[in-house]
């Protein structure tokens, strides 16, 4: 199995931060769609090839991971001597080399594994960030039989819910951030699916609400009350629905802050025409098995929308998803990127190919301020925690390397990286002006429309198609081509965009440019009173408004 160039560059990048210090426990800040698990197969089959014998536990955070991992590893190393440790699916396989298990199966069998000389930890976010709790209690146990066993990180979010670092506090595990995966370089390079804005009027508010001093995220309780109105939740249902079956949006996603809260999306978006599901982790309420069937029927599309409250985050892979709303407000750093990544996953091995499957991007839709307050998702960095009184000096943390530093230092005294000057706080932005993503800037223009004309288009050598002018009193404020005489995706895009503007569904499609243009001048579609399109020289339709 052939590794891609930026995994191979962040396994190169550990082995020369493992050169560098004999002992510490590294992290690899790798990006949802970075392909985690067949880098740690590779880094297994590596460490096996540096220093023959060595062995390594990894642990995974969820039993449905498992398995899958566990396939990569035996394709990245076919022959590998492999156990699997997992309750749920009956298998205690121990004393081989490579050892795949979650935490819940081991934590009380280290005398078990014997001698381990790696862990690797996925999701390593989630381990108990003080000297207790089941993994540090394990961790303590394996270096009875090993006191040079090293804990390797891996996690798209080296931070914890408050944003403090996972190598900052009183009691870290990890010493520094070795290398990784940057989420922009995946979307840079064509891996990851990028986010898309549109503009919505409905402000879920968080005034009053409280912040949980041990989370570091709203108090659920009261973001609840602040959250579940119910014309807050129709007006955000009517948007999504109205901004999303524009776009042509096939699999939508929401996040919401309780049970009753979800309930009452999916109840609204059911009593607007949109089939919808909720999923929680409440197994008294869900059983698992039921949870685990609305999933599959998810993924299947047999419906549209799944409201869910804190499952579908870590692990969650369905990438048809591309639509996501956000009902809930969040200060949480890790939950912020685990929630946009559900939309970022690629319908296949590269943009170009999740495009031709109909995906070329994830539309977010922020009902509430969290884009604005959080920034550009690819973006996100941790912090260092707030000294107490009589504490430590206050340092700021390297992002290159995660070595400590004062918070004066103009560049890192480790590795020399140049810490950019404190950024400037815009009081008077506003949602409108919260790009998801960095590179992007408020790009979207809206305008009455007074007149849509349709017009054959034709170009030598190119199959006619139907050119749709947009006007705003005698300006053309924007021009789209729409392709009927091609085949493919672009033939399919055509019937598409037909079938969300003509007035009778149970029409016919028309056979070719020729018929459209005819049809669409006798009127067989919607007026359009107002468009949403980028902003440029040449402006992209977003969003269409038409008369009821």
């Given at each position: 199995?052939?590794?891609?160039?930026?995994?191979?560059?962040?396994?190169?990048?550990?082995?020369?931060?493992?050169?560098?210090h004999?002992d510490?426990?590294?992290?690899?800040?790798?990006s949802?769609g970075?392909?985690?698990?067949?880098m740690?197969?590779?880094?297994?089959?590596?460490?096996?090839?540096?220093?023959?014998g060595?062995?390594?536990?990894?642990i995974v955070?969820?039993?449905?991971l498992?398995?899958q991992?566990?396939?990569k590893?035996m394709?990245?190393?076919?022959?590998?001597?492999?156990?699997?440790?997992?309750?749920?699916f009956?298998?205690k396989?121990?004393?081989?080399?490579?050892t795949?298990a979650?935490?819940?199966?081991?934590?009380k069998?280290?005398?078990?594994?014997g001698?381990?000389?790696?862990v690797?930890?996925?999701?390593?976010?989630?381990?108990?960030?003080?000297e207790q709790g089941?993994?540090r209690?394990f961790?303590?146990?394996?270096?009875?039989?090993?006191?040079?066993?090293?804990?390797f990180?891996?996690t798209?979010?080296?931070?914890?819910?408050?944003?403090?670092w996972?190598t900052?506090g009183?009691?870290?595990?990890?010493?520094?951030?070795?290398?990784?995966?940057?989420m922009?370089r995946?979307?840079?390079?064509?891996f990851?699916?990028p986010?898309v804005t549109?503009?919505v009027a409905?402000?879920?508010g968080?005034e009053g609400?409280?912040?949980?001093?041990?989370t570091?995220d709203f108090?659920?309780?009261?973001l609840?009350e602040a959250?579940?109105?119910?014309?807050l939740?129709?007006?955000a249902c009517?948007?999504l629905?109205?901004?999303a079956?524009?776009?042509?949006?096939?699999r939508w996603?929401?996040?919401g802050?309780?049970?009753?809260?979800?309930?009452?999306?999916?109840?609204?978006?059911r009593?607007?025409g949109?089939?919808?599901?909720?999923i929680?982790g409440?197994t008294?309420k869900?059983?698992?098995?039921e949870r685990d069937?609305?999933v599959q029927?998810?993924?299947?599309?047999q419906?549209?929308?799944?409201?869910?409250?804190?499952v579908?985050t870590?692990?969650?892979?369905v990438?048809?998803?591309?639509?996501?709303?956000l009902m809930?407000?969040?200060?949480?750093?890790?939950?912020?990127?685990?929630?946009?990544?559900r939309g970022?996953?690629?319908?296949?091995?590269h943009?170009?190919?999740?495009t031709?499957?109909?995906?070329?991007?994830?539309l977010?839709?922020?009902?509430?301020?969290?884009?604005?307050?959080?920034?550009?998702?690819?973006?996100?960095?941790?912090?260092?925690?707030?000294?107490?009184r009589?504490?430590p000096p206050?340092?700021?943390?390297?992002?290159?390397?995660g070595?400590?530093n004062?918070?004066?230092?103009?560049?890192?005294?480790s590795?020399?990286?140049?810490?950019?000057?404190?950024?400037?706080?815009?009081h008077d932005?506003?949602v409108?002006?919260a790009p998801?993503?960095?590179?992007?800037?408020?790009?979207y223009?809206?305008?009455?429309l007074?007149?849509?004309e349709?017009?054959?288009?034709?170009k030598?050598g190119s199959?006619?198609c139907?050119?749709?002018?947009?006007?705003?009193?005698?300006?053309?404020?924007?021009?789209?081509y729409?392709?009927?005489?091609?085949r493919g995706?672009?033939r399919?895009?055509?019937e598409g965009?037909?079938e969300?503007r003509?007035k009778?569904p149970?029409?016919?499609?028309?056979?070719?440019?020729?018929?459209?243009?005819?049809?669409?001048?006798?009127?067989?579609l919607?007026?359009?009173i107002?468009?949403?399109?980028?902003k440029?020289k040449y402006?992209?339709?977003i969003?269409?408004?038409?008369?009821?």
């Amino acid at each position: 199995m052939q590794l891609r160039d930026y995994q191979v560059d962040a396994i190169e990048g550990l082995w020369a931060w493992l050169e560098q210090h004999e002992d510490g426990n590294p992290i690899m800040d790798c990006s949802v769609g970075s392909g985690k698990s067949v880098m740690i197969a590779a880094v297994c089959q590596r460490a096996d090839y540096e220093y023959p014998g060595t062995r390594v536990l990894v642990i995974v955070p969820q039993k449905e991971l498992l398995q899958q991992n566990a396939e990569k590893l035996m394709k990245v190393w076919p022959g590998v001597d492999l156990g699997i440790v997992s309750a749920s699916f009956g298998r205690k396989v121990v004393g081989r080399q490579i050892t795949y298990a979650t935490i819940g199966s081991v934590y009380k069998i280290a005398h078990l594994l014997g001698r381990i000389d790696i862990v690797m930890a996925d999701e390593c976010h989630q381990i108990q960030t003080k000297e207790q709790g089941m993994w540090r209690n394990f961790l303590k146990d394996l270096h009875r039989y090993n006191p040079h066993c090293r804990v390797f990180g891996w996690t798209g979010t080296p931070f914890r819910g408050n944003g403090v670092w996972l190598t900052a506090g009183a009691e870290p595990l990890f010493n520094a951030i070795a290398a990784g995966v940057p989420m922009k370089r995946l979307v840079d390079e064509g891996f990851l699916c990028p986010l898309v804005t549109a503009d919505v009027a409905t402000r879920i508010g968080t005034e009053g609400v409280a912040v949980d001093t041990t989370t570091g995220d709203f108090k659920v309780n009261e973001l609840a009350e602040a959250s579940d109105k119910p014309e807050l939740i129709e007006a955000a249902c009517r948007e999504l629905i109205a901004r999303a079956t524009a776009q042509g949006r096939k699999r939508w996603i929401v996040f919401g802050v309780t049970i009753e809260h979800a309930t009452h999306i999916r109840d609204c978006l059911r009593w607007l025409g949109i089939s919808a599901e909720v999923i929680h982790g409440d197994t008294k309420k869900l059983p698992s098995k039921e949870r685990d069937q609305i999933v599959q029927r998810y993924r299947a599309g047999q419906f549209t929308c799944l409201v869910n409250v804190a499952v579908a985050t870590t692990g969650f892979d369905v990438p048809e998803i591309d639509c996501i709303a956000l009902m809930r407000a969040t200060k949480s750093p890790v939950l912020y990127v685990q929630i946009a990544g559900r939309g970022m996953r690629l319908i296949g091995q590269h943009i170009s190919e999740s495009t031709r499957n109909g995906k070329p991007d994830c539309l977010w839709l922020d009902f509430t301020e969290t884009t604005l307050a959080m920034g550009p998702v690819d973006e996100i960095k941790g912090r260092v925690p707030m000294p107490g009184r009589g504490g430590p000096p206050p340092f700021k943390l390297c992002p290159n390397c995660g070595s400590q530093n004062a918070t004066a230092r103009l560049k890192c005294t480790s590795c020399g990286h140049d810490f950019p000057p404190p950024e400037r706080i815009n009081h008077d932005a506003t949602v409108k002006d919260a790009p998801v993503m960095s590179g992007q800037k408020p790009k979207y223009a809206r305008h009455d429309l007074t007149a849509c004309e349709y017009y054959r288009h034709s170009k030598e050598g190119s199959p006619d198609c139907m050119r749709v002018l947009y006007k705003s009193g005698l300006q053309v404020v924007a021009t789209e081509y729409v392709h009927f005489d091609r085949r493919g995706p672009m033939r399919l895009q055509a019937e598409g965009w037909w079938e969300r503007r003509v007035k009778d569904p149970n029409g016919w499609l028309p056979s070719s440019t020729a018929d459209a243009v005819v049809l669409a001048q006798q009127g067989a579609l919607r007026t359009p009173i107002a468009a949403t399109m980028t902003k440029g020289k040449y402006p992209e339709i977003i969003d269409v408004e038409f008369k009821e």
